[in-house]
């Protein structure tokens, strides 16, 4: 079952047990995935999905910091609800500690000597971690273990 026939299930789902927070999120993922059919004038596959997901994600998480420091806690919490919702449709993401080694073997793969290499680094790392990790949190990973 492809992620979009996952999307039109939950859609589904949330429509029958009246949950509005779930069904406008569903429907607000839909959106974009359609947006970006639309600008690439072709079908999206599952990767291409899990991008646009990944996307929404990080703009949840953006938004719940700036909620947060601008004292708005119920909008943080609403974004948090909905960020929630989007990650049910990510792969399983990766641990602090999962992320710290799959860099480390990186690191000592391309035998890298300092923060100059920041970018070889994360050329090799983003495929692994893409939808599966923050690249925020991938990005100051690989900054604090080449210090």
């Known amino acids: 079952m492809t992620l979009k026939d996952q999307l039109n299930d939950a859609m589904k789902a949330a429509m029958k047990a009246r949950d509005d927070l779930r069904l406008s999120a569903v429907r607000m993922v839909r959106a974009a995935i359609k947006n970006r059919e639309i600008d690439t004038r072709a ?62 073997k990186v690191i000592l793969d391309l035998d890298v000597h300092g923060v100059k290499d920041m970018g070889r680094i994360m050329k090799a790392v983003t495929p692994l971690t893409a939808g599966k990790a923050d690249g925020k949190m991938v990005s100051d990973s690989v900054r604090r273990l080449l210090v």
Not at 61 to 88: D, N, P, T
């Open 43 to 104: 079908e999206l596959d599952d990767k291409a999905v899990i991008d646009v997901i990944s996307t929404m994600a990080k703009q949840r998480r953006e938004s719940i910091r700036m909620y947060r420091e601008g004292k708005r806690l119920e909008l943080a919490e609403k974004e948090e609800l909905e960020l929630a919702v989007l990650l049910e449709f990510l792969p399983t993401q990766l641990s602090p500690g999962e992320i710290d080694s799959l860099i480390s």
